[in-house]
C-alpha cells in the first residue's frame, strides 16, 4: 500500500506497507460465538459452571465478556444516536446543498490519484477540503459499473464500504456519495434498527446495495458475526484513515479480516483519505503489521 502526499505545497511521498498478517489475538475484540451450546453454557447456573473443566469454565467467560462488549457497543452506538440527531438534522439542508453533483468535474489532481487508486492501494493525504471523498466517488462509481457486469454475469455479489469514525459522518458522507453515484449507498450505524445485527438482513442488504456507509465497528461486528466475509467486499474506504491505531476498528478489519485472508485475490481494495500524513504513515503502518 503506498501513501500519497499532496498536502502543504503538494509535494509526492510515498511509503511501502507490506508484511506478514498479524496475529488478531492480543489487540482484537474476540469474536461472539454464536452456537446454541454457547448460549446455553452462558445461561448455565455458576454451581453448574464449576463442575465444567477449566476451559469449559474459560469459554464461559470469554463469551460473557464478549458479549457484555458487545452490549456495550451497540448502547455506545445509541447514545451517539441520540447526542448527534439535532444537529444532523441542521447539518442535512446545508450538506444537501453544498454536495451537488460534482464528479463531472474533477480537478487534474483528483483524476490523477483516482487512476493510482484503481491500480493499487493507496492512502491519499490531502488538505482539508481538497475533495478527497471525490476521489473516493470516482473509485466507487468504477468499482459499481464492475460489479454490475459481474453479477451480470452470474458473479457473486460484492459491496464497497464507506467506513468513518463516527454516527454523524455516516449521514454527512451518505449525502455526498448519493449526489454523485448512480445509485444511492445504504447508511447504517449501529444505533438502527435490531434486525441489523441478524445474517438474514445481511443477506438482504447484500443482494440489494452495491454500497455501503457505516461507522467501522458495524463493519467489524459483521465481520466478527460472519454476516458478512472479507471476500464479499470490493472496495474498503477509510476516512479519516490516521485513526488505524492499535484496538480501533479500522485497525482491527486490516489485521483480523483483511490480512488474515491469504489469497490476495479474495482481498478488497483499498483507498485511504488523511489530512494528517504523520499518523498515516506510522499507525497505518504498525496497522497493516
Known amino acids: 500500500m503506498k501513501l500519497i502526499d499532496l498536502s502543504g505545497d503538494e ?7 507490506d508484511g506478514p498478517p498479524a496475529s488478531a489475538l492480543d489487540e482484537a475484540l474476540p469474536a461472539l460465538d454464536l452456537d446454541d451450546q454457547v448460549d446455553e453454557d452462558i445461561s448455565a447456573s455458576d454451581s453448574e459452571s464449576t463442575k465444567s473443566s477449566p476451559a469449559v469454565q474459560a469459554q464461559i467467560l470469554k463469551n460473557r465478556a464478549n458479549r457484555d462488549a458487545f452490549n456495550k457497543f451497540l448502547q455506545q452506538q445509541n447514545d451517539e444516536q441520540t447526542t448527534t440527531q439535532e444537529f444532523d438534522d441542521t447539518f442535512t439542508s446545508k450538506t444537501s446543498e453544498s454536495s451537488k453533483q460534482i464528479i463531472e468535474d474533477p480537478r487534474d489532481y483528483q483524476t490523477e490519484l483516482f487512476e493510482r487508486a484503481k ?20 473509485l466507487m462509481r468504477y468499482v ?10 452470474g458473479k457473486r455479489a460484492k459491496m464497497s464500504f464507506f467506513l468513518v469514525n463516527s454516527v454523524h459522518l455516516v449521514r454527512q458522507q451518505q449525502i455526498m456519495l448519493a449526489n454523485n453515484l448512480p445509485e444511492a449507498p445504504k ?13 438474514v438482513e445481511w443477506d438482504k442488504l447484500k443482494a440489494q446495495n452495491k454500497a455501503i456507509v457505516c461507522t467501522a465497528e458495524v463493519l467489524n461486528q459483521c465481520l466478527m458475526h460472519s454476516f458478512v466475509k472479507i471476500e464479499e467486499i470490493n472496495l474498503l474506504i477509510f476516512d479519516e484513515a490516521h485513526h488505524t491505531k492499535k484496538g480501533h476498528p479500522y485497525a482491527r478489519i ?9 489469497d490476495p485475490s479474495l482481498r478488497p481494495k483499498i483507498f485511504g483519505m488523511t489530512a494528517s500524513p504523520v499518523d498515516a504513515i506510522t499507525d497505518l503502518d504498525v496497522a497493516a503489521r
Open 11 to 17: 509535494s509526492h511521498a510515498t511509503s511501502q506497507l
Open 119 to 138: 491500480k493499487e492501494n493507496i492512502i491519499a493525504v490531502l488538505d482539508t477540503g481538497s475533495g478527497k471523498t471525490l476521489i473516493a466517488a470516482l
Open 144 to 153: 459499481a459499473w464492475q460489479e454490475l457486469e459481474d453479477r451480470t454475469n
Open 187 to 199: 447508511a447504517l450505524h449501529g444505533g438502527g434498527k435490531d434486525d441489523l445485527w441478524k445474517k
Open 254 to 262: 486490516i489485521k483480523d479480516y483483511y490480512l488474515a485472508q491469504s
